[in-house]
Antibody, heavy 121, light 107 residues
Framework: EVQLLESGGGLVQSGGSLRLSCAAS????????MSWVRQAPGKGLEWVSG????????YYAGSVKGRFTISRDNSKTTLYLHLSSLRAEDTAVYYC??????????????WGQGTMVTVSS | EIVLTQSPGTLSLSPGERATLSCRAS???????LAWYQQKPGQAPRLLIY???SRATGIPDRFSGSGSGTDFALTISRLEPEDFAVYYC????????FGGGTKVEIK
């Protein structure tokens, strides 16, 4: 069974940093692109960042470029998102998502349950 | 950036009725790189449709996707009680963006 388990969320002050992790199992991790998608309380979905299966290509939404860094460790089948210079508007549930293929520009096939990040001002 | 506009914002229907949700793109979504997701309260989204009309694994055939270019639709042929949820469209031809969502509620 394909599973994605996020961790690392919590309460952080404005300007602070946090690292999210997503442990994957049940599939050949390195064969698939992965992304982070967030959802602010009561709002819609926003793609944040994606990384190709081989980790050779990374992509970011304009709202987080220069502040967030995505990475993956295929030997540990784990996806990461380092969040820095956090702002109140970054408060959201952050979902880890497996894409349909090895490229980031694809649909989100499987989603984790999410981890909440709250930025206090 | 391709902007996706979903309509209506809320659809009030009864179980057994047909639901048609619209997703309009600000520019052409080539190769029909459009997906639909279902999200229930407190849960992660679930992929329903990709490539505009291909059902994801395990999705009942009462869900169907159609359209091309800038106009797409998700149809639920007969609403079951578990289908009342929020639905999002998403394009993946140019970066990755979502529509604002359509809530399907019980009338």
């Amino acid at each position: 069974e394909v599973q994605l388990l996020e961790s690392g969320g919590g309460l952080v002050q404005s300007g602070g940093s946090l690292r999210l992790s997503c442990a994957a199992s049940g599939f050949t991790f390195s064969n698939f692109a992965m992304s982070w998608v967030r959802q602010a309380p009561g709002k819609g979905l926003e793609w944040v960042s994606g990384i190709s299966g081989g980790a050779d290509s990374t992509y970011y939404a304009g709202s987080v470029k220069g502040r967030f860094t995505i990475s993956r460790d295929n030997s540990k089948t784990t996806l990461y998102l380092h969040l820095s210079s956090l702002r109140a508007e970054d408060t959201a549930v952050y979902y880890c998502a497996k894409q349909l293929t090895s490229v980031v520009t694809d649909a989100f096939h499987i989603w984790g349950q999410g981890t909440m990040v709250t930025v206090s001002s | 950036e391709i902007v996706l506009t979903q309509s209506p914002g809320t659809l009030s229907l009864s179980p057994g009725e047909r639901a048609t949700l619209s997703c309009r793109a600000s520019q052409s979504v080539s190769s029909n790189y459009l997906a639909w997701y279902q999200q229930k309260p407190g849960q992660a989204p679930r992929l329903l449709i990709y490539g505009a009309s291909s059902r994801a694994t395990g999705i009942p055939d009462r869900f169907s996707g159609s359209g091309s270019g800038t106009d797409f639709a998700l149809t639920i042929s007969r609403l079951e009680p578990e289908d009342f949820a929020v639905y999002y469209c998403q394009q993946y031809v140019s970066s990755l963006t979502f529509g604002g969502g359509t809530k399907v509620e019980i009338k």
